[in-house]
Nanobody
Framework: QVQLVEFGGGSVQAGGSLRLSCVAS???????????LKWFRQAPGKEREGVAV???????NYAESVKGRITVTRDNANLSLFLQMNSLKAEDTAMYYC????????????????????WGQGTQVTVSS
């Protein structure tokens, strides 16, 4: 059974940093390497939004609200996805989820897709001002 588990959430003051990790299990290496991987977040009372996405070639795309502050990376050998968040703001407070869509590659991964087959359980990020 394929699973995603997020780590690294917590509470931090505005201007601080956090690094989220998302570790997959049950994935074949080749399948993971050819998966589109994306971070989403959802704040209370708000719709879920895409934060950062990375495709099989390592190309990335970010929400405008986080550009320049957040970096998404992947380590296919260790079935891991990361989100380095710097200069955090109160408006970054949300539950953060990682998601994977096997076989969604190249430029098709980098658009505004929100339908992903595999989701993690989420990790809470709270930024105090």
């Amino acid at each position: 059974q394929v699973q995603l588990v997020e780590f690294g959430g917590g509470s931090v003051q505005a201007g601080g940093s956090l690094r989220l990790s998302c570790v997959a299990s049950g994935f074949a290496y080749r399948s993971y390497g050819r998966s589109c991987l994306k971070w989403f977040r959802q704040a209370p009372g708000k719709e879920r939004e895409g934060v950062a996405v990375i495709n099989n070639d390592g190309m990335t795309n970010y929400a405008e609200s986080v550009k320049g502050r957040i970096t998404v990376t992947r380590d296919n050998a260790n079935l891991s996805l990361f989100l380095q968040m710097n200069s955090l703001k109160a408006e970054d407070t949300a539950m953060y989820y990682c998601a994977a869509q096997p076989g969604l590659t190249g430029s098709h991964c980098l658009g505004n897709q929100s339908i992903f087959a595999i989701w993690g359980q989420g990790t809470q990020v709270t930024v105090s001002s």
